[in-house]
């Protein structure tokens, strides 16, 4: 049975299930959500307003048994940046997706009774609506509880907490792992897009769906098994991420001069070992954690952790560098139990770690708490943003409007979204992806700390500006195609070094849908939504003046290599002449 589109319209509580329109059916995860977005969304509309929608839809080879394959991508007009966002996760919510034949779903309008929340139940052919007043003001995992009671335990639920019934700019939406802990939509506010329409959390039925078809299984094996050979044999997705989690990245750029430490004034951080990738294995395994998991299944790079305290309860898992980096050298914080457990608290109410953290170390600069104050930083999070107070929602609404509530110059944002963990000015390539992106400052969007720092796809000069701009482009552009295809981010190390591995993810992609689509077919499509997403941020209202690093970074010199931000706009604006 061939897939459907799902649409749900919150105003008069209805849905239809609608025939995939012809331009559309070879897309998936980031190119359709993005495609939906820009044909659907007035770029002019009020984010948490009736016209704004959250469109969620797997990848094109998630629910198969491809490695890597089960990301779900979250799309819609972000209230924290006012651009079009993508954001894309792990989880169960891909599969089952895929599974019961949902090419996307499509959430549309606001209810006209706004006094409580709902929750919607999707399963094959149905959505109910269901009033849900006894889930208000409940956080992530009592809701995630109450619904692996009430369904059975496969069932897919993504959920907000209270900032996100708050509408806060900095709330994500949170997605079941296989594991029953949580992955998020992280970036850009979704949360609060899905909070202005009332929704606390939607289901989908895990118990109908059917296996995906294949057009060719023994094409789509061979293929399969090369992919994930390539995956494992790489030194960066097959030791360095299962070793030590995306947090091996700590000491790598501590000692690159990269690592931005107290608010981006240095880029090195004199206490870097104690929140390092090596420090957090040490940890785990003295206290019977796991430093591998996958964020979902058939995930064979499994960067992913469980990671507990000294009595070996849990605390924390999908530990990212980012959130560790931003808590870290970002904010002061020497104690990493202490950052895990922040970064638990945060997955339980929903927060955008890396948005929330580089707020928190912005409140040093705005006198809220002292550098290094963590116990403090813990209470800002649990008692004033948790239950919405003054200083809470000010905490609650990002980095870009704390700077601007207390007059700071120093704001580490682009497009209104929260830099993250890769200091600009030492690792160029990843700077010119912060400010050309149309995401807002977004590390995924290309990732050049890729070939600046860790020479993979060959190498180029992190302090130098030669080449960093194509190197940007190029990984852009592949990074929209591989977020189509449902692939976590980090195949994209294989793909740069191992001659085999873009092929046979292409012939993947091909086996299923009997497709005979060709690598520039690929470009192509990544290529096209890059500068569909462009348009939208256009018409929204962005110019090339957006795409600008925030001024200090021109004037300031950061050491270790006193190195500024040393692009003119004309060399940025010819980011786009392709
Ligand atoms: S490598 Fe990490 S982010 Fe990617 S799918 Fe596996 S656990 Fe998730």
């Known amino acids: 049975m061939a897939d459907k589109i799902y649409r749900v319209n919150m105003s008069n509580l209805s849905f239809s299930i609608e025939e995939v329109p012809q331009n559309w059916m070879g897309l998936g995860g980031r190119a359709l959500t993005s495609t939906i977005v820009a044909a659907e969304i007035d770029p002019e509309c009020h984010p948490l307003g009736p016209n704004n929608k959250l469109v969620f839809a797997p990848g094109l080879l998630s629910g198969t048994t491809a490695a890597n394959s089960g990301r779900n991508s979250c799309g819609s007009k972000s209230p924290l940046t006012g651009g079009i966002k993508e954001s894309n996760v792990g989880g169960t919510s891909a599969g089952i997706m895929a599974k019961l034949g949902i090419k996307a779903l499509i959430i549309e309008g606001l209810p006209k009774n706004d006094e409580t929340f709902y929750r919607l139940h999707v399963t094959k052919d149905n959505v109910e609506f269901i009033e849900a007043p006894e889930l208000v003001g409940k956080d992530n995992y009592a809701v995630l509880d109450e619904m692996l009671e009430k369904y059975n335990k496969k069932v897919a639920v993504m959920s907000i907490a209270r900032p996100g019934e708050m509408k806060m700019l900095t709330a994500n939406i949170s997605v079941k792992d296989p594991g029953g802990k949580l992955r998020s939509h992280g970036r850009g506010g979704l949360g609060a897009v899905m909070g202005s329409k009332k929704i606390k959390c939607v289901t989908i039925d895990a118990e109908k769906y059917k296996e995906v078809t294949i057009a060719d299984p023994e094409k789509f094996k061979e293929a399969s098994k090369v992919f994930t050979k390539a995956l494992q044999e790489n030194p960066i997705s097959g030791e360095g991420l299962p070793a030590f989690g995306t947090n091996v990245l700590v000491n790598i750029l501590n000692e690159a001069g990269g690592l ?34 996958g964020c979902h299944a058939g995930c064979v790079i499994q960067c992913s952790q469980v990671y507990n305290d000294k009595d070996g309860s849990y605390i924390t898992s999908g530990f990212e560098y980012e959130t560790i980096w931003a808590l870290g050298a970002h904010l002061g914080i020497q104690d990493l139990d202490l950052i895990a457990k922040m970064d638990g608290l945060m997955d339980d109410l929903g927060l955008d770690s890396i948005e929330t953290s580089v707020a928190l170390g912005l409140a040093v600069d705005a006198g809220i708490l002292e550098y290094g104050d963590g116990q403090r930083a813990y209470e800002l999070l649990a008692d004033e943003l948790a239950n919405g107070t003054p200083l809470g929602r000010i905490i609650g609404s990002g980095t870009h409007l704390i700077g601007r509530l207390y007059g700071l110059v120093r704001v580490p944002t ?142 300031e010199s950061l050491p270790p290599h006193n190195v500024t931000w040393d692009f003119t706009n004309e060399e940025i604006d010819a980011f786009w002449d392709f």
């Not at 990544?526 to 925030?550: C, Q, S, V, Y």
């Open 260 to 293: 931005p430490t107290r608010n981006f004034r240095e880029g090195t951080w004199e206490h870097a070992e104690k929140i390092s990738g090596e420090t957090m294995a040490e940890n785990i395994k003295a206290r019977g954690g796991k430093t591998t998991h």
């Open 414 to 555: 682009v497009k209104g979204q929260a830099m993250p963990a890769y200091e600009p000015r030492a690792v160029k390539g990843q700077g010119v992806t912060y400010i050309t992106t149309p995401m807002g400052a977004d590390h995924t969007a290309g990732y050049a700390v890729a070939t600046n720092i860790l020479n993979s796809g060959g190498h180029v000069d992190p302090l130098k500006k030669d080449g960093q701009v194509e190197l940007s482009r190029n990984l852009q552009i592949a990074s929209a195609a591989v977020d189509s295809t449902g692939m976590c981010i980090f195949v994209a190390f294989a793909a740069l070094d191992d001659p085999k591995c873009l092929p046979s993810l292409i012939d993947m992609i091909n086996a299923r849908f009997g497709t005979s689509l060709t690598g520039d077919d690929v470009t192509g499509l990544g290529a096209r939504i890059l500068k569909l997403e462009r348009d939208f941020n256009t018409k929204a209202g962005f110019t090339p003046a957006d795409d600008r690093m925030p001024e200090f970074m021109k004037y």
